[in-house]
Every structure is written in structure tokens, then in C-alpha cells.
């Protein structure tokens, strides 16, 4: 299996931005539509945003619509979600992974805290 690692959180202020990145370790991920998913404490890994394979066509949650874009260079191995207008119901674990995910395991993510 692929292995991938993302990177890019940090803790950053209400209304800032961050760029996040999912490097895969080993052979490309083209082909195969992938996606950011995150996880806040006492809740539910939920879907944030997924592209399509050649990157063609992307899709948001409800509650990120118009503030994240989700990118991909499969020539780089690596997937973007780049995060505008962040709000502090945005902190959380930030994952990437097929989607819908695989049966692999989750990595380690990337914390993203946005404060008031």
C-alpha cells in the first residue's frame, strides 16, 4: 500500500489560512480519486472535500463551500487542500486518503487549530 503523510497544519487565527499536503511515499496515486477527512475531539471523522482522479472534479462538505479548494499533481504524488476564511469549528485532525477510503489504515494526519 501507498503510504501517505500530510503535513501543513499549524495554529493560525480566525479568518487565516493554511495549506495542507498529502505526500504519498511510494508509487503514484493516479488513479484513484482522493479526499481530506477530519476528526475534532469527542467527535466522528467526517468528509471534507474529494477530487477526482485526473482532477477534474471536485466535491465539498456543506460546511466548507467556498472556503477550502481541494487540488491534486499527480505528477508530484500529492494531494492540497488549501483552507481560507478558517473558523475555530474547523480545528481538528486533518487526514488524507482514497475516496471512498480504502481499507488501509489512517495515518498520523495533521493538526490544524484555529483560534478566535
Known amino acids: 500500500q501507498v503510504q501517505l503523510v500530510e503535513s501543513g497544519g499549524g495554529l493560525v487565527q480566525a479568518g487565516g489560512s493554511l495549506r495542507l499536503s498529502c505526500a504519498a511515499s511510494?508509487?503514484?496515486?493516479?488513479?484513484?480519486?482522493m479526499g481530506w477527512y477530519r476528526q475534532a475531539p469527542g467527535k466522528e471523522r467526517e468528509f471534507v472535500a474529494a477530487?477526482?482522479?485526473?482532477?477534474?472534479?471536485?466535491y465539498y462538505a456543506d460546511s466548507v463551500k467556498g472556503r477550502f479548494t481541494i487540488s491534486r499533481d499527480n505528477a508530484k504524488n500529492t494531494v492540497y487542500l488549501q483552507m481560507d476564511s478558517l473558523k475555530p469549528e474547523d480545528t481538528a485532525v486533518y487526514y488524507c486518503n482514497r475516496h471512498p477510503p480504502g481499507s488501509g489504515a489512517w495515518g498520523q494526519g495533521t493538526q490544524v487549530t484555529v483560534s478566535s
Open positions: 477530487i477526482s482522479w485526473i482532477g477534474d472534479r471536485s
Open positions: 511510494g508509487r503514484a496515486f493516479t488513479n484513484y480519486a
